[in-house]
Nanobody, 123 residues
Framework: QVQLVESGGGLVQAGGSLRLSCAASGRTLSRYAMGWFRQAPGKEREFVAAITRVGFTTSYADSVKGRFTISRDNAKTAVFLQLNNLKPEDTAIYYC????????????????WGQGTQVTVSS
């Protein structure tokens, strides 16, 4: 198993930036494709970004493409999500997840989840 803990969320004005971190413990992080998802109040959890086991390939939701960047440091057992040019509609709880399968956009394919970190963007 792998345990995931997110951090870095907060309150920011529109146009601002945040960097989310996901610290992993347990099994070697390089065993897993990693993803970020988010859930806004009253909405379903949605895919944000994903990265392959060694970080060569990434994938993004259209709504964040060009603004968010996912990266990983397997040596430091961490995954990151850089959020730039934030918009009020980015307000949500952001979750880190690990998948034993290949990179995927489907939340059902992820095996482990963190508790989430709140991102609030004011207009």
């Amino acid at each position: 198993q792998v345990q995931l803990v997110e951090s870095g969320g907060g309150l920011v004005q529109a146009g601002g930036s945040l960097r989310l971190s996901c610290a992993a413990s347990g099994r070697t992080l390089s065993r897993y494709a990693m993803g970020w998802f988010r859930q806004a109040p009253g909405k379903e959890r949605e895919f944000v970004a994903a990265i392959t086991r060694v970080g060569f390939t990434t994938s993004y939701a259209d709504s964040v493409k060009g603004r968010f960047t996912i990266s990983r440091d397997n040596a430091k057992t961490a995954v990151f999500l850089q959020l730039n040019n934030l918009k009020p509609e980015d307000t949500a709880i952001y979750y880190c997840a690990a998948a034993e399968s290949a990179i995927t956009l489907r939340s059902s394919r992820y095996d482990y989840w963190g508790q989430g970190t709140q991102v609030t963007v004011s207009s």
